[in-house]
Structures are given as structure tokens and as C-alpha cells.
T-cell receptor, first 117, second 109 residues
Framework: GAVVSQHPSWVICKSGTSVKIECRSL??????MFWYRQFPKQSLMLMAT?????????EQGVEKDKFLINHASLTLSTLTVTSAHPEDSSFYIC?????????????FGPGTRLTVL | KQEVTQIPAALSVPEGENLVLNCSFT??????LQWFRQDPGKGLTSLLL?????REQTSGRLNASLDKSSGRSTLYIAASQPGDSATYLC????????FGTGTSLTVIP
């Protein structure tokens, strides 16, 4: 089946530093990847949608200069949290939709826990 | 914008009970309705996917139903087990996934 990985699975950083999270589709090519964030005891909120080779589309209220998304290849998308602050601490989950996948099919990664001190 | 709500927010039942989790959505123009399980600190595990043309799907002890006209889906878990303890999320899919607020289930041995 389609597998999506994320790296790292958890990261702790100091306030003001930048953190990069990778999302990889391991056995399929993903034309579209999605980034979600999830606060404790809350549901997943879509942050942005990225298409390979083009700029990401951000949801309302998500700062594109703070959350940099790059989808440079069909198997890799990265989310960089710039100048991280404690309020950015959250669980970040990516998902991927394949070349041949239906528009309603997404495969989810295992998530990355970010803690900003 | 699609809004998805799940009731109850939390549920605690003794082992062996049958239970129903509810999911409602405001826009009936969906591609499908998907149920996920999420263990603490983990990602999502897909449980059942009901396409918009279907009314239900079954997998083992799980049965999910979909009523598009009323904007509702239910997840039925038969003979609950402690290992079923997790948060259950439903998602209504259109151009993107719209997740519900989740139901935190605890099955007491």
C-alpha cells in the first residue's frame, strides 16, 4: 500500500530557531501534498496544499512567511517553521495524493511532534 | 465551508459493549466520508471509507453508515475491546479533507 513517512518524528528546539520537517511518499509519486497541524485534543486543521513544482496554497490565517513549504520533487515535501515560538508547538501531519489517485484519496504520514522551548 | 462535528466528544464504556459514534457534516456535496483512528501522539489509521454513492461499509467489528441527505455518518463498534481505546476522527472529503472534532473512546476492561 501507499506509505508516507515523516522525519523527524519529534523535535525540540529553542525559540527563534528554524525547524524543517520532511514528508516523503515512499512507494508512489505524489503530485499533491497537504500539511496539517493538530493542537492537543483538537482535530486536524489544514495549513496548506502543495503541488510539485509550484507554490503552496495556504489556508486563511496561516502565515506563509512563517511556514515555508517546498515540494521540489514528486516524493518529497518540506515544511520549515521559521523563527519558531512556543505557540508553534504542535503535532504536524502531512498527507500525499498520488498521480493516479482519486481526488479524494490521501495517505497520511505518522506525524511530527514539535516542541519549542 | 464544510463543517464537521462529532458527538460525543468523549465516551467511556465497559468492555464488550456495542457503541455508536456520530459524525455530522453541513455540506452534502462530498466525495466520500472516511473514518480514522488516532492513538495518542500518533498519526492516522484509516478504518473505513464510504463513497458518496454507498450507504455503508463493514470491516470486522466496525460498520460505518452514510446518509448524505441528512449529512450524517455513524461508526458502529461491536463488542468493544480495551484495544479499541483511541480517538476516532471522521473526515468529509471534497477538494480537501474536512476533519471532525473527534471522539475520544475509552474501553474499560
Amino acid at each position: 500500500g501507499a506509505v508516507v513517512s515523516q522525519h523527524p518524528s519529534w523535535v525540540i528546539c529553542k525559540s527563534g530557531t528554524s525547524v524543517k520537517i520532511e514528508c516523503r511518499s515512499l512507494d508512489f509519486q505524489a503530485t499533491t501534498m497537504f500539511w496539517y497541524r493538530q493542537f492537543p485534543k483538537q482535530s486536524l486543521m489544514l495549513m496548506a496544499t502543495s503541488n510539485e513544482g509550484s507554490k503552496a496554497t495556504y489556508e486563511q490565517g496561516v502565515e506563509k512567511d512563517k511556514f515555508l513549504i517546498n515540494h521540489a520533487s514528486l516524493t518529497l515535501s518540506t515544511l520549515t517553521v521559521t523563527s519558531a515560538h512556543p505557540e508553534d508547538s504542535s503535532f504536524y501531519i502531512c498527507s500525499a495524493r498520488g498521480l493516479a489517485g482519486a481526488s479524494d484519496t490521501q495517505y497520511f504520514g505518522p506525524g511530527t511532534r514539535l516542541t519549542v522551548l | 465551508k464544510q463543517e464537521v462535528t462529532q458527538i460525543p466528544a468523549a465516551l467511556s464504556v465497559p468492555e464488550g459493549e456495542n457503541l455508536v459514534l456520530n459524525c455530522s457534516f453541513t455540506d452534502s456535496a462530498i466525495y466520500n466520508l472516511q473514518w480514522f483512528r488516532q492513538d495518542p501522539g500518533k498519526g492516522l489509521t484509516s478504518l473505513l471509507l464510504i463513497q458518496s454513492s454507498q450507504r455503508e461499509q463493514t470491516s470486522g467489528r466496525l460498520n460505518a453508515s452514510l446518509d448524505k441527505s441528512s449529512g450524517r455518518s455513524t461508526l458502529y463498534i461491536a463488542a468493544s475491546q480495551p484495544g479499541d481505546s483511541a480517538t476516532y476522527l471522521c473526515a468529509a472529503t471534497g477538494n480537501q479533507f474536512y476533519f471532525g472534532t473527534g471522539t475520544s473512546l475509552t474501553v474499560i476492561p
